[in-house]
């Protein structure tokens, strides 16, 4: 069965960077895209970027250019965001969700990692 | 990028059909049928429910249907029951190849 593992929540001081991992299984890893949903406390979803499946092209949201990178490793079938400059509003559940090529839908999601930022 | 609008909550009685609208542009929602839905119980990751604007993947209930009109996408939940007490989010393909959820509507069943 399709599984995306992600992994452990993490603390960040403002103006670091973390790095959040999601382990795929259960399919083809490279026939698929990978997106980044984020989820405040309390709030809604936030689409943030996806990395295709070829892993030489990633689109991100107009927000999160210049402090964020998704990058893939077929080895391992793994997806990583990288968001850096960190701040308290950066706080939420991010989600990794899979695409198939142009479906236009996320049909798999992981569990999430929380990322708190706080001094 | 705005998000899309979606009422912020809807609600019904067992047994009754409610509707939620997710309004965009004509460089979203108009202008392409990749408009999908999800439904997220609390602590839970979001679930699919509806993808290209009216497509129900297997194992999601009838009970769930979708709708284009212009600018604007709507999801239909039919016969509610209790278990569909969630938040519902739509999503949209856009004109700049990004995406877009709506802001989110809380369905409480009476």
């Known amino acids: 069965q399709v599984q995306l593992v992600h992994s452990g929540a993490e603390v960040k001081n403002p103006g670091a960077s973390v790095k959040v991992s999601c382990k795929a299984s259960?399919?083809?890893?490279?026939?698929?895209?990978m997106h980044w949903v984020r989820q405040a406390p309390g709030q809604g979803l936030e689409w943030m970027g996806i990395?295709?499946?070829?892993?030489?092209?990633?689109i991100y949201a107009p927000k999160f250019r210049g402090r964020l990178t998704m990058t893939r490793d077929t080895s391992t079938s793994t997806v990583y965001m990288e968001l850096s400059s960190l701040r308290s509003e950066d706080t939420a559940l991010y989600y990794c969700?899979?695409?198939?090529?142009?479906?236009?839908?996320?049909?798999?999601w992981g569990q999430g990692t929380l990322v708190t930022v706080s001094s | 990028q705005s998000a899309l609008t979606q009422p912020a909550s809807v609600s019904g009685s067992p047994g009754q059909s409610i509707t939620i609208s997710c309004t965009g542009t004509?460089?979203?929602?108009?202008?392409?049928?990749?408009v999908s839905w999800y439904q997220q119980h609390p602590d839970k990751a979001p679930k699919l429910i509806i993808y290209?604007?009216?497509n129900r993947p297997s194992g999601v209930s009838n009970r769930f249907s979708g709708s284009k009109s212009g600018n604007t996408a709507s999801l239909t939940i039919s016969g509610l029951q209790a278990e569909d007490e969630a938040d519902y989010y739509c999503?949209?393909?856009?004109?700049?190849?990004?995406?877009?959820f709506g802001t989110g509507t809380k369905v409480t069943v009476l």
């Open positions: 999503n949209s393909f856009t004109t700049s190849t990004t995406y877009v």
């Open positions: 004509s460089s979203d929602v108009g202008g392409y049928n990749y």
């Open positions: 259960g399919y083809t890893f490279s026939s698929y895209h």
């Open positions: 990395i295709k499946s070829t892993g030489d092209i990633a």
């Open positions: 290209a604007v009216t």
């Open positions: 969700a899979r695409e198939f090529p142009d479906a236009f839908y996320f049909d798999y």
